[in-house]
């Protein structure tokens, strides 16, 4: 029986794909036996951060990963479709609904052995393979075992989440609906417009309150793609006005006019009582939070039903410690997935998974373990991971930079793009023919 270690998105994902090719696993998640920081059931694959999942569209690179993903027969992705909320041209779901879903897929598979225990120490080698998937708050035992067993310490950074206001303390007079670049789906977001006066405030109280403490180490470092509010207005006066709170493509009906500044809302579950603050990823203490927070137009007397917090995610050094099967490199039994095997994101994380579950039930069955090819985007995330610069290794995000252009291709970026996903479904296609992949392959996207 195949064991995984970690019961979040990709531990979820890789006991699907395992029992999908008829191998019996089981997965060992310690919540509720052991709890963290940040996470606040005891479902599987709960979502602690954002509730998207990003670009829907084949022309962004984490929307090819997806569908790639459904072709494969992801449960993840099947699961957040079936409980997605308006995002305009993004992924997003209901966080309650989607661990729901998952926890009962998982839970209910009869080739699934669901175990809640704190697992402290890295199995040893035996007759069957090991995935660890524990995630970014990988308990101290268990992180310290695996930093002995690659030979190095882990790198680390610190996440931080963003706050989620209650929709009925919104002042909707002062919001307005609106998304930015779909115009198909308008009135996804909420929109809270500031004026330069009003931005100056935020920005000087962004900059000025009062940090929650790190406690274990003097001085933070923050992955790039997930920057705290705070540390962004840092960077410059003007930072977020480019940033995630850039106008660009809005319109105040109030006004007939672009805002000089934007914070916006996204619906955070089904019954549309709960917004989270895009983009506003924050380490100040509570109190401090509630007193910057209700600067925002719109958000005066908002109530918050979390306040954002910041965490320390760790991860391994992937390119000197896994092969691009997710198998490390000194040990071909034990793979590593999801965030603390080295890629950033909910959707890579899960896909870290898939790509594991499949390689452990091939070794399983005695088959060979041929990863996708490097045109495919799941294919070029394996290729970073395994084979990045290990010096100066940071998690990335999946993106059209780490597939290799297509010959002839469209001077157009979009066509450029498009040409890439188009070729990538064919070569996944042929992929998964020849491996025998679990899940019927489309000839077309969906």
């Not at 979820?12 to 963290?36: D, F, K, N, S």
């Not at 479709?81 to 598979?109: C, K």
């Not at 805002?259 to 089904?270: F, K, T, Y």
Request: neutral net charge; contains cysteine; aromatic residues 6%.
């Amino acid at each position: 029986m195949i064991q995984i270690v970690g019961g979040g998105l990709a531990g979820c994902e890789a006991a699907w794909q395992i029992a999908a090719q008829g191998v019996p696993v089981a997965l060992h998640e310690m919540r509720p036996v052991r709890g963290t920081r940040v996470h606040r059931t005891d479902r599987l694959a709960e979502l602690v951060c954002s509730n998207s999942f990003r670009g829907a569209k084949l022309e962004n690179a984490v929307g090819l990963l997806k569908e790639e993903m459904r072709r494969l027969g992801s449960l993840i992705m099947r699961v957040a479709g079936e409980t997605s909320v308006p995002a305009g041209g993004a992924l997003a779901v209901d966080r309650d609904r989607f661990a729901a879903g998952v926890t009962g897929a998982v839970e209910g598979h009869p080739l699934i052995t669901v175990s809640r225990r704190e697992v402290a120490h890295v199995p040893a080698p035996g007759a069957a393979p090991v995935i660890i998937a524990t995630g970014p708050l990988t308990s101290d035992p268990l992180s310290a075992e695996i930093a002995a067993l690659v030979g190095q310490d882990h790198l680390y950074f610190y996440d931080a989440i963003s706050p989620v206001v209650a929709a009925d303390t919104i002042d909707r007079s002062k919001v307005f609906r609106a998304s930015r670049w779909d115009a198909s789906a308008a009135g996804d977001y909420l929109n809270c417009p500031l004026d330069e006066h009003e931005y100056g405030m935020l920005h000087e109280a962004l900059v000025t309150a009062e940090l929650a403490d790190l406690h274990d180490i003097d001085r933070a470092r923050f992955f790039e793609g997930c920057l705290p509010i705070e540390v962004m207005a840092r960077r410059g006066p003007d930072t977020l006005r480019f940033g995630p709170l850039k106008p660009v493509g809005l319109t105040d009906p109030a006004t007939g006019r672009r805002p000089h500044a934007v914070v916006q809302l996204r619906q955070d579950n089904l019954a549309a009582d709960h917004y989270s603050l895009v983009g506003f990823q924050t380490q100040l203490k509570w109190g401090e939070q509630r007193r910057v927070l209700r600067l925002i137009p719109g958000l005066e007397q908002g109530e918050f039903i979390r306040y954002g917090m910041i965490h320390r995610n760790t991860y391994i050094n992937a390119p000197s410690v896994l092969l691009d099967t997710w198998q490390t490199r000194a040990r071909p039994d034990l793979f590593f997935a999801g965030q603390i095997s080295g890629v950033e994101g909910y959707v890579e994380s899960a896909a870290s998974g898939l790509m594991a579950g499949l390689n452990a039930a091939a070794l399983t069955q005695g088959r060979p373990l041929v990863p996708p090819p490097r045109t495919t985007a799941m294919g070029a995330l394996a290729y970073y991971v395994s084979h990045a610069n290990a010096a100066d290794y940071q998690p990335t995000n999946i993106a059209f930079g780490l597939i290799p252009s297509a010959e002839r291709a469209p001077r157009n970026r979009r066509a450029r793009r498009q040409a890439l996903a188009e070729r990538a479904l064919n070569d996944l296609a042929a992929w998964a023919a020849a491996a025998a992949a679990p899940a019927a392959v489309e000839a077309q996207p969906s």
